[in-house]
């Protein structure tokens, strides 16, 4: 078995050769500067086509920038934003160009030996790719979403994922990043990561039609991922790093609402977030998580986004030049767990020019043509509550030890199995068929708080901790906090997983989405077979 201690030896050697390397990847914004929404490509005629080359540079702080370029006029632009109505067809093109002088990363663990190949063969190494489509319910299979077997290598010719967006998707804010089973996390931590945008929300939820839309993804970057120590955030690539650095500038007019679509792109941080006025945090409406409406919007303090969760929501300016923040607060992941620090994300700008000033009222949304409605009872996984579970199963997150250096494995185990890592040839350890209905109880076990995320499919949240839930939100990835010790409960979720549409059928993954213990082996396979 091999041990976190000697992955992370292979990661530093081969991280430190890199230095080495001319910059492959666009300068990032400066500090203290107004922030850009990424850059937006639409579908037209029902098809987004689209290429992005992944590529390498180290910065003069020695960080690493893993970079999913698109070429534009003006140059290469970073992990642009796809926006997709239901129904279109994406069909983007991914090419590896990270340039290594050492690829000597390989693993034992990640023989993929007696898989199906699709892409390129060989052996994956820090410098191999793929993608993941977050939260899209997609077909696990190749050229689709299908992260088991997809291997991109670097200097072969570009990849093609073609997928159908599902006509019942949920409008909504998804992403994708890299998912290369035991290199996800460098990646990310470098930047590779991007936004979805399932057009249509003001269809479900009006409360948003009218509004300026913005597109914020939260980034996070480590010197070295494998080792806890400080780390930095970043709002669409500047970094906010307040008092040290000036944060980031969000410009809004007085009383102005904007609909903020906000994804967790941090490789592990919990980020309660709050929109303060002179340091009291606002009410935010919250819309949408995970890229699906809400049944009803809410006004909320405070919006826990989980590594990997996106939270949409209406936020209102001060009428004034009042000092509005962003904020992510300070979250405690437990004694083995690495702390999450309180961070400024962004400072909110409000201009004094009271003509542009738009009404508190929602007359903005008159101006706009109101379109057909899309019904909550159209989209994916409406009615689950309804329907009957054909099979309940209980799942726990654990971790083991080797002395005092902290977790050393981290597994993640259907009850009654034996606790295992990960392995790319291991068999599903969950098989169900087209058509289940499934509640799952998931456990944490440990010292830590987890992330749970399974691939493909929402889940309808049923029970926190063993008590139901006054909002049954659907959801694709859920926070369980870590165990306080013996004589305290484990927490615990229950939800409704829902197999029922054909699409669904093949081997897929569920996992912890804190990418170490992702890479590490914190993640099993399920097989849905079909009807
Ligand atoms: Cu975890």
Same mark, same amino acid.
């Given at each position: 078995m091999l041990s976190a201690f000697r992955y992370l030896l292979v990661i530093l050697v081969c991280g430190f050769s890199f230095l080495r390397l001319e910059a492959q990847c666009p300068d990032r914004p400066a500090p203290g500067t107004v922030v850009e929404d990424p850059l937006a490509l639409t579908s037209a005629n029902g098809t987004l086509n689209a290429e992005l080359t992944m590529q390498h540079s180290v910065d003069t702080g020695g960080y690493n920038h893993y970079c999913l370029n698109y070429a534009t006029n003006q140059g290469d632009v970073e992990a642009p934003t796809l926006r997709l109505n239901q129904g279109d067809h994406l069909v983007l093109d991914v090419k590896d160009?990270?340039?290594?002088?050492?690829?000597?990363?390989?693993?034992?663990?990640?023989?993929?030996?007696?898989l199906p190949i699709c892409g390129d063969s060989g052996t994956p190494t820090l410098s191999s790719t793929n993608m993941h489509f977050h939260g899209?319910?997609?077909?696990?299979i190749c050229h689709q979403?299908?992260?088991?077997d997809t291997l991109i290598q670097p200097g072969k010719s570009a990849f093609r994922f073609d997928m159908q967006i599902p006509k019942n998707e949920p409008p909504g804010l998804y992403w994708y990043h890299p998912h290369v089973h035991g290199f996800t996390e460098f990646q990310v931590n470098g930047g590779a990561a991007g936004a979805i945008v399932v057009e249509g929300m003001d269809k479900v939820r009006?409360?948003? *039609?009218g509004l300026k839309e913005r597109v914020f993804i939260v980034r996070q970057q480590y010197?070295? !991922?494998?080792?806890?120590g400080p780390y930095q955030l970043s709002l669409n690539y500047q970094v906010a790093q307040s008092p040290n650095l000036p944060s980031p500038i969000i410009k809004m007019k007085p009383n102005e609402k904007q609909f903020w679509r906000v994804a967790n792109?941090?490789?592990?941080d919990f980020m309660p977030l709050q929109f303060w006025f002179n340091g009291v945090p606002q009410k935010m409406e919250l819309i949408a998580l995970d890229g699906y409406p809400l049944a009803k919007s809410r006004f909320e303090d405070t919006i826990l986004v989980p590594p990997a969760g996106r939270a949409e929501f209406i936020v209102q300016a001060p009428p004034?030049?009042?000092?509005a923040l962003f904020m992510s607060l300070s979250y405690s992941t437990g004694p083995t767990g690495n702390p999450d620090l309180e961070q400024q994300l962004a400072k909110i700008e409000v201009s004094g020019? *009271?003509?542009e000033a738009q009404p508190?009222?929602?007359?903005?949304?008159?101006?706009?043509? !109101?379109?057909p409605r899309i019904s909550m009872?159209?989209?994916?996984?409406?009615?689950?509550?309804q329907q009957k579970p054909t099979a309940l199963r209980k799942l726990y997150f654990s971790e083991e030890f080797g002395g005092?250096?902290?977790?050393?494995q981290f597994y993640i185990t259907i009850d009654g199995q034996k606790q295992k890592v990960f392995k790319a040839n291991e068999k599903p350890v969950i098989t169900t068929h087209v058509g289940a209905v499934e509640d799952w109880i998931v456990e944490n076990h440990a010292l830590e708080t987890h992330d749970f995320h399974i691939h493909q499919i929402h889940f309808k949240l049923l029970e926190v901790d063993g008590k139901p839930v006054t909002d049954q939100d659907l959801r694709d990835t859920f926070e369980i906090p870590f165990w306080e010790g013996p004589g305290h409960p484990y927490h615990s979720f229950k939800a409704r997983f829902d197999?029922?549409?054909?699409?669904?059928?093949g081997t897929f993954v569920f996992h912890c989405h804190i990418l170490l213990h992702e890479d590490l082996g914190m993640m099993h396979k399920i097989l849905v077979l079909p009807k």
């Open positions: 160009r990270i340039a290594s002088e050492d690829d000597s990363s390989s693993m034992d663990q990640m023989d993929m030996s007696g899209l319910n997609v077909p696990p979403d299908d992260v088991l009006p409360e948003v *039609a010197l070295v !991922p494998w080792v806890p792109a941090t490789i592990q004034q030049t009042n000092e020019d *009271a003509d508190i009222q929602q007359e903005t949304t008159k101006t706009t043509e !109101p379109g009872q159209s989209i994916k996984f409406a009615g689950l509550s005092t250096n902290g977790p050393i197999f029922r549409d054909s699409t669904i059928a």
